[in-house]
Every structure is written in structure tokens, then in C-alpha cells.
């Protein structure tokens, strides 16, 4: 039995760091990007919630949303390569840009997406993914995102969702977006194996628990 449990761990390990290049896109999949003027009527918000392959097709599939892009925030290296950032010696955390329509989606909405989707209890990790780079946070751009960020913590607790929260509320300063083969991973490269064994399961669940918030496309 301890065979099978080592083999388990060294098989998810294996898979871990969103580490695997698998370009072999599948065209059919691929949505089109919007342009640069139709995203500039979109709001944004940030967030970091583990592999941003996970995080960019979860957000992706939820009414409201537009466009997500995957990146770094928090660090203090301008323009950072994936492979800096996996180091983890730059302090960016890797990170979604999220363009979305504030009259169908409002940001509590985009924070209980947040919540619904990953687990905030594990101090830089998320799943197999260990790592500064792979830690819970929120890039608030005004008061009014620390604000409710901060408040909506706070419920989670009163309400004994989880017993305690890692996520940092920090002021937002610079999004990199990341390597174009990042951008859409999930949707190019199905059949990744971080992609079957992690990335498809967490976006499963999150369609599980919050199906009410999902475009029809993806239900």
C-alpha cells in the first residue's frame, strides 16, 4: 500500500508547477480574443489563486466575464520570465487579469468565484502547486475592492466557511501578463496531464458549487 501512496505522490508531483509545455493546440477550441477597444468597456480585477491555467478557465467560464488573461502581480522585478517567477525569488505571485461586465457580474460576485475555487487555507500552496508564486491574493485597486475584500473575509469566517484565511489583500501595482503560450491553456491543451489531472477537476468542482454563475456554454 505505501507503494501505491509514493507512487501517487511522486505521479502528482510530477505534474505539479503548471510545468508542462504542451503546445499541441487544438484549434477547434480556441475562442477569439477580443480587441484592446472592446476590452477597454470592460471593469478589471485581479486575482492570485494557484496556476493561473486553473484560475483563467475557471474565470473563464463564468457569466459576466470577457476575457481573462494570465500573468504576475505582487513582485518587485519588472517583467518577469515564468521561469524568474518559479524561482520564486521576484515575489510575484502568479495572477489573473479579469475583464468583466460590472451590470452582469458585480465584484462580490467575482470574490465568491474567488472563494469557490480554491482552497485559501494553504499558505503558498494550491493542490500539487508549492510555492510563494502559487499563494492566495487579492491586487484591490481602490478602497472600495479592499474594502469589500476585507469584508467578505471577514463573512467567511463569522461564517465558519473555513477555519482560517492566508489570502493577502494587498494594494494592486503591476500585472506582467505572461508568455503567450500560457494565455487559454486549458482550452489549447486539453489533454495536458496537469491540465486532466488537476486543472479539469478543480473546474468541475467549481461547476458543481456554483453552477447558477456559469455562462450556458460552459455548464
Known amino acids: 500500500m505505501k507503494h501505491v501512496v509514493f507512487f501517487l505522490i511522486v505521479t502528482l508531483l510530477s505534474l505539479s508547477a503548471c510545468g508542462q509545455k504542451n503546445k ?4 477547434s477550441q480556441l475562442k477569439a480574443d477580443k ?3 472592446e476590452l477597454a468597456n470592460y471593469q478589471v480585477a485581479y486575482f492570485g489563486s494557484g496556476c493561473f491555467w486553473c484560475v483563467e478557465a475557471i474565470y473563464e467560464s463564468v457569466k459576466g466575464v470577457a476575457e ?6 505582487g513582485g518587485h522585478v519588472e517583467n518577469p520570465t515564468y521561469e524568474e517567477v518559479c524561482t520564486g525569488t521576484t515575489g510575484h505571485a502568479e495572477t489573473v487579469k479579469i475583464y468583466y461586465d460590472s451590470t ?3 465584484y462580490d460576485d467575482l470574490l465568491k468565484v474567488f472563494y469557490d475555487s480554491h482552497d485559501p487555507t494553504t499558505a503558498n500552496r494550491q493542490g500539487p502547486d508549492a510555492g510563494t508564486q502559487y499563494r492566495s491574493a487579492i491586487f484591490y485597486q481602490n478602497n472600495y475592492e479592499r474594502d469589500h475584500a476585507k469584508a467578505y473575509i471577514q463573512k467567511l469566517l463569522l461564517e465558519k466557511k473555513f477555519p482560517l484565511i492566508t489570502t493577502e489583500v494587498v ?3 503591476a500585472f506582467y ?3 503567450e503560450y500560457h494565455q487559454n491553456f486549458e482550452c489549447k491543451n486539453p489533454h495536458n496531464g496537469y ?9 468541475e468542482q467549481f461547476k458543481i458549487k456554483a453552477p447558477e454563475m456559469l455562462k450556458e456554454e460552459k455548464k
Open 24 to 27: 499541441s493546440a487544438e484549434k
Open 195 to 203: 491540465i486532466e489531472a488537476v486543472s479539469e477537476p478543480r473546474l
Open 68 to 73: 481573462v488573461e494570465s500573468g504576475y502581480s
Open 171 to 173: 494594494k494592486y501595482t
Open 35 to 37: 480587441s484592446p477597444a
Open 177 to 179: 501578463k505572461a508568455e
Open 104 to 106: 452582469v457580474i458585480s
